[in-house]
């Protein structure tokens, strides 16, 4: 079990932009979804939705979403830049997209549901970064596109998008550097009477 400690404690999210596109093994994209869906979910209402993106469907969707939409909002983007959005996704071998789907409840809050949401994105990342792959939860821009709720089956008046689990290889050449972290002094009170 201390392995599972020290991991946590020393687990760091590698950029989707510096990952490699490679193939990620069936038996562990199937252990992560898994993983991914086993989250602390009140009153078992599952108020989200697993979405998983790979293959030439990245590529469609930035074409059909990633590149229209980022165009039609940004009508002054250069060709570079629309590129940019049209390969996002294919820097990543897979994608897996949370969605947020509330379900009507008179007893549970609406907030309960978010959070479990926020528990399955969280959930994929670990899941992926302890079986030794690349992995980084994003939102960015597309995430509160309704286009993009669309395609992934959401309604945009109810659904959002929790986040996009990008899953790669590591690029050996690109060690991520320790980010800043908080000094549990600052952010951990104790009430012990």
């Not at 399955?120 to 980084?136: D, I, K």
């Not at 709720?149 to 899953?167: R, V």
């Amino acid at each position: 079990m201390k392995n599972i400690i020290k991991f946590l404690q020393t687990r760091r999210s590698i950029t989707a932009k510096n990952m490699i596109c490679n193939q990620v093994n069936e038996d562990d994209l199937d252990d992560i979804l898994s993983c991914g869906v086993r989250v602390p979910d009140h009153g078992a209402l599952n108020p989200w939705e697993l979405i998983v993106i790979k293959g030439d469907a990245k590529l469609r969707i930035g074409n059909d979403i990633l590149a229209e939409e980022y165009q039609l909002n940004n009508p002054d983007a250069s060709e570079d830049e629309i590129n940019y959005e049209r390969s996002r996704l294919c820097r990543a071998s897979v994608v897996i997209a949370v969605l947020f789907k509330p379900v009507s409840h008179p007893k549970i809050p609406f907030w309960e549901m978010q959070l479990s949401s926020g528990a399955v994105c969280s959930n994929l990342l670990v899941a992926a970064q302890s079986l030794g792959y690349a992995a980084q939860w994003l939102t960015e821009w597309y995430a509160y596109n309704n286009s993009m709720i669309k395609e992934l089956g959401g309604n945009p008046d109810t659904d959002k998008i929790a986040g996009f689990i990008y899953i790669g290889d590591k690029d050996k050449d690109k060690i991520p550097v320790e980010r800043r972290r908080p000094s549990k002094e600052k952010v951990i009170r104790y009430i012990t009477s």
